[in-house]
């Protein structure tokens, strides 16, 4: 019998998944992995392929997923939704609530707030250079970043409450793609976001298990799956470099249909998928 353009669609999708965590040992025996589910199409989908995942006897590893709302920007998903969609993966989720001030006269207050309340998140050898650095560029970042460091400062604070040594985000090989270009163009160097990022001072390594999964895929599978769209409505979505990278890379994609894979197998020869922080 000829299988379904869903059961394709998820057979290419694992596949790729199970390729990226054993080419990078991302997922091993006694992993606690705490996912980020911001409820957009590509956490729905990683949590999903983790959760199926960890009902095989090997790798053997548990799962449990955080939501964080911020609650001054009206950036929304179904709580109610997220709920029952965990629950029917057999999934705890943690859901907390915090907030930014995306003023820019604020900035300073804001900086001194995330120093003092993030610090232990950093290896202590790089605390005083890391936030060097980024007082002296806080002023100049968009309300995206602020908003991106309280969120991943409550991952990493679950992470370590509940003992965690993984958490796991749904960024896709796409955007691993645009990462390389943002920094080439705008930063002077070739890098991207790594499929495994281990924290030198803490127990806690990063890991994303869709870094060789195509976005279009994940679009088309949470389509025929169902999932429920966020309610998009950040006024800051578009606040960034990233949708520029992406339309120039959809630009270079019809000028040569093997860009994909010349920038992915340069990312690979140049060893950037796997990082000590």
């Not at 709920?83 to 900086?111: A, M, R, W, Y």
């Not at 007082?135 to 990493?156: A, D, E, I, T, V």
């Not at 127990?203 to 309610?231: N, T, W």
Request: hydrophobic letters at 35%; glycine letters at 4%; proline letters at 4%.
């Amino acid at each position: 019998m000829m299988k379904t353009e869903l059961e394709r669609l998820e057979k290419r999708i694992r596949e790729r998944f199970v390729k990226a965590f054993a080419t990078y040992r991302l997922l091993e025996d006694n992993d606690y992995v705490l996912v980020g589910l911001s409820g957009g199409k590509d956490s729905l989908c990683l949590l999903e392929m983790l959760a199926k995942r960890a009902k095989i006897d090997k790798p053997k590893f548990r799962v449990e997923a955080i939501h964080v709302r911020m609650e001054n920007i009206s950036y929304e998903t179904s709580t109610d939704y997220l709920q029952h969609f965990c629950d029917d993966l057999g999934v705890k989720l943690h859901i907390v609530t915090t907030s930014f001030s995306p003023t820019p006269t604020n900035h300073n207050s804001e900086f001194s707030t995330l120093r003092s309340s993030s610090a232990r998140l950093l290896p202590t050898g790089r605390k005083n250079s890391e936030f060097s650095t980024l007082n002296s560029q806080f002023k100049q970042k968009p309300p995206c970043f602020l908003c991106s460091w309280h969120r991943r400062k409550q991952l990493f604070n679950l992470a370590q409450e509940l003992g965690c040594n993984k958490i796991a985000l749904g960024h896709h090989q796409d955007d691993l793609l645009h990462t390389c270009l943002m920094n080439l163009f705008y930063q002077g160097r070739f890098d991207t976001m790594p499929a495994l990022l281990k924290m030198r001072k803490m127990p806690l390594s990063i890991i994303r298990p869709l870094c060789m999964v195509e976005e279009a895929d994940i679009q088309r599978y949470a389509e025929l799956r169902g999932y429920e769209k966020q309610v998009k409505l950040c006024p800051y979505e578009h606040d960034s470099h990233r949708s520029d990278m992406r339309q120039l890379f959809e630009t270079l994609q019809q000028q040569n249909g093997e860009m994909r894979h010349s920038l992915w197998n340069a990312i690979v020869r140049a060893d950037k998928l796997v990082q000590l922080s």
